[in-house]
C-alpha cells in the first residue's frame, strides 16, 4: 500500500473514532482536521499528496481544494450514474443545467437534486414548478451552470442499503432504512432488511459492468421497491460518505482505493464550479 496517512474529519464522533481505529490497524497515521477548510488544506500540505488518503464531508474537501489543498480523489460521477439504463436506476435520470430542468418542469413535477453536492438549502425533492427551481437555486448561490440530476420517475420505496465497493468487490454494507424506520445499529436485525441481498445485487450490478464503467470505489444506495425489485438510487464517493452500519475496515478499504488514475481518469472527482 502506497498510502500511509489518512486525513479524516466525521461530523459523528463515534464514526470519527471507528475509522481512525481501522486505519490503526492498516498502520495509517491519523490526522484528524475540523469542519475549517484551512485545516484540512494545512493537512494535506503536510504530506506528501500521492501517500495521503481523505476521508471527509464533499463541501469541506471542496472548500479546501478552492483554497490550493492538492486534494486526488476520485468516484462515481453524476454522468455515470446518468448514464447507466434504467433498468438499474429503476428510471432514467437526466444530468443537465437550470434552464433544462426548468423546461422539464413545465411538463410536470420532476425529482431534482443537485448531481455532485449535499446541500442543506438544496436537498433533494420532488418540485412542481421552474419557481420551485428558481428558488432553490438562488438559495445555494449557484450559477446558471449547476449540475442537477432530474428525472420524471417515482418509486415506491420498502428499504434503502448502503454498500461500499472498490472496484467489483462489495467491501461492506448496511441498512439504513427499513418500512420508515431511519438507521440505529439494531436496524439490519429488523425483519424486513434485506441488506445481504442488496449486497448481492450490487455485487451483480458491478460484475456486469465493462472494465471502463466500474469506478474504483463507490458508496452505492440501494432500494428495495415494494414489489421486490433492487435499484439503484444513488451513488455516492466512498470518501465522503456516511458508513451508517458498515464495517469501518470494509469502509476504509473503500476510502483508500479512492484515487484516480490519472488527470483524465473518467472517474477523477471534480467539485461544481458552479457552486460557490
Sequence with gaps: MDVDRLVLYARHADTAAALAAAAERLHLAVVPVTADPESVVRALSAGAAERTAIRAPGGLVAAALSRGAPVELAGPTPAWFAGLDAAVTGRRWMLCDPATAAAELRGGPRFVKPADAKLPDFPAQRMHDPGELARAVAAVGAGPGMQL????????????????????QVAAASAYRVQDEPWSPLLHTHRASFHVEAAAWAAGLLRDLPDAAVPPAAALDVARLDDGRFVLLEANNAWSAGPYGCDPDGVLRCVLAARPAGLDDPFRWRPDPALP
Design 149 to 168: 440530476l432530474v428525472t420524471a420517475g417515482w418509486l415506491r420505496i420498502d428499504s434503502e442499503y448502503r454498500v461500499f465497493c472498490c472496484d467489483r
